[in-house]
């Protein structure tokens, strides 16, 4: 199966910082790949889907990137509504679609 | 704008049946697959699979022993099956709908959590 590693789990900012969150699959996924929002007692937000797409409605500050096995999700800059973590997800191989471990975003 | 209500009983003793019922409003079950995903407290997000109008499953390995998805076009609505559950079932779970041509899942319900405790 794929794994999918997240980096960093924790991550500590400031309203205005520029972030970024990494993510790593086991093999190649191509553009197979999705970054979801999750705040605390809410369902995920699909973010951005395959690598670098945004879904209808997103905050043009959030930017994905990558292809192959290295993604980035990019917050051009931390607004309060984006404390929360963060999961990216493959959508390359079946039977099981991973998700990442998540990172979670939190205020400095 | 497509919804997702979710609904089924949130407590269980072990050994028993978990179900729970995603119905699907101001849209067709049709032409999607849909999935279930869920999320054990303080944890992250486990894919437990995903079914389509026809009925073609296809399931997590590590719950294909004991996972059941049954999809009911009439009433528009997909269900899940978990059989004999133990405290480590013990998560939120979530119905959500699936784009193959997005590679994700766009509309999610809004969590049924589940617990399993003698």
């Known amino acids: 199966d794929i794994q999918m590693t997240q980096s960093p789990s924790t991550l500590s900012a400031s309203v205005g910082d520029r972030v970024t969150i990494s993510c790593r699959a086991s093999?190649?996924?191509?553009?197979?790949l999705a970054w979801y929002q999750q705040k605390p007692g809410k369902a995920p937000k699909l973010l951005i889907y395959?690598?670098?797409s945004s879904e209808n409605g997103g905050p043009s500050r959030f930017s994905g990137s990558g292809s192959g096995t290295e993604f980035t999700l990019t917050i051009s800059s931390l607004q309060p509504d984006d404390f929360a973590t963060y999961y990216c997800?493959?959508?390359?191989?079946?039977?099981?679609?991973?998700f990442g471990g998540g990172t979670k975003v939190e205020i400095k | 704008q497509v919804q997702l209500q979710q609904w089924g009983a949130g407590l269980l003793k072990p050994s028993e049946t978990l179900s729970l019922t995603c119905g699907v409003y101001?849209?067709?079950?049709?032409?999607?697959?849909w999935t279930w995903i869920r999320q054990p407290p303080g944890k992250g997000l486990e894919w437990i699979g995903e079914?389509?109008?026809?009925?073609?499953?296809i399931y997590s390995p590590s719950l294909k022993s004991r996972v059941t998805m049954s999809v009911d076009t009439s009433k528009n609505q997909f269900s899940l099956k978990l059989s004999s559950v133990t405290a480590a079932d013990t998560a939120v779970y979530y119905c959500?709908?699936?784009?193959?041509?997005?590679?994700?899942?766009?509309?999610w319900g809004q969590g049924t959590l589940v617990t399993v405790s003698s």
């Open positions: 959500a709908r699936v784009r193959w041509e997005l590679g994700a899942f766009d509309i």
């Open positions: 997800q493959q959508y390359k191989s079946y039977p099981a679609l991973i």
């Open positions: 093999q190649n996924i191509s553009n197979w």
């Open positions: 101001s849209g067709s079950i049709s032409s999607y697959y």
């Open positions: 395959k690598a670098s």
């Open positions: 079914i389509n109008h026809s009925g073609i499953t």
